[in-house]
């Protein structure tokens, strides 16, 4: 009798869990949907560009597709005069790994000029790029720069910080690495909600304005 109460009990919370995590990709999907962009002439000017950090490399060696694919619509948006400048935030956790310098090697390379270019050592999560953009850059009008499903999240958390924000949507990335990817942004978005609604978190480094003047 105890096993099937505890059964019962077990059945109903994953039931519950299941429901929350549903109904909170919903609100953050459906809330976020109208200000996500996948062709890059339809997406209105913005001074700045915040591109989302990720490893250049995936834990196998070779390239990380998801890094790639957002320095390549970051060039673009540079190049078309979308965007004047571009914030790359990042995790900077040490020596040997530094997602900042590395997306600034990569966009430099590709012809983007120093000067257009800030990067911000402590965007450890995306709550905290998209928080410090706004404090430490003064920077609350721009255009995000991420794969599709990622978008949803940025924009969500841009909303609930009051910060104007555009979603400029990469190329797909496919496979079973998007697959892995996309499965635990469904996770991410419920936390999101927690992060925001529930605990409303701060970064955690915020620090000195380093503000960003666009002339």
Request: aromatic fraction near 8%; charged fraction near 25%.
């Amino acid at each position: 009798m105890k096993k099937r109460k505890v059964i019962k009990i077990l059945a109903f919370t994953a039931v519950g869990v299941l429901v929350i995590i549903t109904l909170a990709n919903a609100w953050v999907i459906e809330s976020t949907k109208n200000k996500i962009y996948h062709n890059i002439d339809d997406i209105p000017q913005k001074d700045v560009g915040l591109v989302l950090g990720t490893s250049d490399k995936l834990l196998n060696g070779e390239d990380n597709p998801f890094f790639h694919t957002r320095i390549d619509m970051a060039i673009k948006l540079y190049q078309s005069g979308k965007v004047k400048h571009l914030i790359v935030s990042g995790d900077n956790r040490s020596k040997f790994y530094n997602e900042p310098q590395k997306m600034k090697n990569a966009l430099t390379k590709r012809g983007v000029p120093e000067n257009a270019i800030t990067l911000d050592y402590a965007g450890l999560r995306t709550l905290d790029s998209i928080v410090r953009c706004d404090k430490i850059f003064g920077q609350d009008d721009i255009i995000i720069v991420t794969q599709k499903f990622h978008c949803h999240r940025a924009i969500f958390l841009s909303n609930f910080y009051n910060i104007d924000a555009l979603g400029m949507a990469t190329a797909p990335v496919t496979g079973a690495i998007a697959f892995k990817t996309i499965v635990r942004e469904i996770f991410a978005r419920t936390m999101a909600i927690w992060d925001t609604y529930i605990l409303n978190k701060s970064p955690k480094h915020l620090g000195e304005q380093e503000l960003i003047i666009i002339e």
